[in-house]
Structures are given as C-alpha cells and as structure tokens.
C-alpha cells in the first residue's frame, strides 16, 4: 500500500531495540514529514559510525583509533582493571570520579537464555589483556542481576586460576537508603557483608 | 569521553520521537554491538527515502512518482474525497474497505499550541484540489481530538463557502461497545446524534 522506499524505511527502524511497528511507522512519518534535516543527519551518522568505529584492542569499547584515548593515558593506574558489561557502565564507573585504573568492557554477559555463553563472550581477549605483566588487581564491576553475577562469579573462578587478585563492586544499602524501604534480600546482604569499624 | 562518531551517532538518535538520551545511547550501542547489518539497512533506507520519497501532487501523500497510485487508479470514486491527518490515518480508512473515493492527506492538524495554523497546513493544496470540477462531496475524517475536531470546523467553514458538499465522519458508541464502558461525552453524542429507524 506504501511506496516501496517508505516501506524499506518503517521496516528498517523496526530493528531499533524497543520499537515495533506502530512506533516504526510513526518515526518514519516524523522524520519524513517534520525532521528530514535529522533524518539526514541520523542516515550519514549510522553509516560513519559503522566504518569509523571498532573494538580497542585493549579494553574492548568502542573507538575509532586501534587502541582508545583511555587505554593510552599515562596518567591512569594500569594495575588496576575493572571489568564492566557495557560502555555505559564504564562512563558512570568515571563519573564516580572514584577509579583512576583501566577498564575492560565484556560488552555483554554471560546469559545463557539469550544464547551469550563464556564463549560468545570472547573472554580470551580479556584473559589476554589481563596477561599483560602489569595489571595487578581486577575488580568486577558488573551488575548485580543474575547474568551480572553470574558472568562475575565465573570470571573470578577464571581468573584467581591464574594466580591474578580478584574484587567485587560492594553491595550493600545505597547512599542516602533509609533501612525502611530497601528490600530484605539488600538488607541480608549488608548485614552478611558488614565492615568492622576502626579506631 | 566517547569518540566523536559515537556521539554524533547517540545525539542523532534523539531526533526520534519519543527518544530521549539513555534510549539514544542504549540504541546506538545495540545497533553497534548486535545489530550492525540492520544498522546499515537503517542508514541506507533513511537516505534513499529521502531522496525517493515526496508529496503527492494530488492527495499529499508519500510517494515515489508525481502523482500516487491511488490518486491514478481508474477504480476509484474520484467524486468523493475524503479528508484524514496523517498517511496512517488514510491506511486505516483503506483497511476498512468502506471507502472507494480518492483522499486528500493534511500531513498534519490544526494546532495553534505547537504553531500549527491554516497557513502551515498548506491549505490553499486541498482548496486547489477540490476545485477540479470532478469532486463532489468532501468527507471530513480528522480526528474527534481537540485538534482534529478544530480543523473539521475550520475546514468545513472554508468548504461550504465554496459550495461544495462537506460531511463529517459518524460520532457515536463504537461498534461492539458497551453502555456501561462507554465514557458519557461520546454516550451524550451518540443520543444526540441519534438516527431514525426506518421500515
């Protein structure tokens, strides 16, 4: 019923994440009929940044230089690395303004259910760049959901088999958590990982 | 703190409606992590729609030719035509196969709000249009929304003033609807609006 072209396009954005064919159709209209100046600009961006990104060599994230601006600084600790599931995880790790060591992103998980096994996982690159003769501690920084926990508890075992020093991102009741209103299953954990308090 | 084509990439995205910074940057790593051919299809599709696609010189409609298919089909009623907002809009009047006329698409309503007048609408196209002689009856189909409600009257005013046969769509309880559910505005039209039974 659509030309073909319109067709092409509603089909395409269907492969957004989130975005079924109502919204699909709705997009393309906005773009063709109120924004083509965004339209353009979304076309020529996707198709850049297809070619001009790729993996660092080093940490996994996405760059546009064989290894990444961050991997490169001098001014990072490289005994340190945190490994974190996704490039977003890794920009709220540095908005902590907490960590000053290297990052290794999995950019994924370990999730059986959607077929993401160790393997697909490509942790060779990690347990390669983990080999490097420098780095000295790992600390885990993936989600605490089941596949996060998971995926941490399996690259531990991994990893202490190297003789390589393993830490996990505290849990506990978040800043500011009044004991009120966080779940049982936080409060069991802070009280099973309680810190003794000195002086 | 990510590279440049990423970013351009991420605030690109936000020129989707309903997309606002976290659904961007969760997009543009998706596409970039899992779904790079889709990626390509998306930023080829969005350029060549561009290019490919116009206005209708009849109807208004998204087409790839001068004038659309429809609007050329012998098969059609070209006595009547039926006025709707959006191309959406005109696919769901198709879907219920009740209609045979020809249509003319406003891309758009009356809505002083968002800086929508007569003027943006481009008004003086369906004014143009339904003075070919051929047209016989205008069939108002703009939503029973605020909007849609403005722009039957403004148009309806506008119509009749040329002398041409102008018709709203039917308000009333939907078909299968229940007293009971049926908010009591569209139960107060649908009494006043009420049709004599006949035979």
Chains 1, 2 share one sequence.
Not at 67 to 86: M, Y
Not at 123 to 132: A, G, I, N, Q, S
Not at 142 to 161: D, F, P, Q, R
């Amino acid at each position: 019923m659509n030309p073909g072209s319109l067709d092409a396009l509603i089909d395409a954005l269907k492969c957004l994440p989130g975005v079924g064919p109502k919204s699909a159709q709705r997009m393309a209209y906005h773009l063709l009929q109120r924004d083509r100046k965004g339209a353009q600009k979304l076309g020529e961006s996707l198709l850049n940044a297809l070619t001009a990104l790729r993996p660092c060599a080093r940490c996994n994230t996405f760059t546009e230089a064989e290894v990444c601006e961050r991997c490169l600084s001098p001014k990072r600790d490289a005994t340190s690395l945190c490994v974190v599931e996704t490039p977003v995880d890794m920009n709220m790790m540095e908005q902590t303004q907490a960590f000053n060591g290297l990052y290794y992103v999995l950019m994924g998980r370990i999730s059986p259910l959607d077929g993401q096994g160790p393997t697909q996982l490509g942790l060779d690159k990690l347990l390669k760049r983990v080999d490097d003769g420098v780095v000295q501690e790992v600390i885990l920084a993936t989600n605490y959901t089941n596949e996060g926990e998971a995926t941490a508890h399996y690259l531990s075992e991994l990893l202490k088999a190297r003789g390589i020093k393993v830490s996990r991102i505290a849990r506990g009741i978040p800043v500011g958590g009044e004991l009120e209103y966080v779940d049982a299953g936080t409060l069991a954990q802070a009280l099973r990982e309680r810190r003794g308090i000195e002086g």
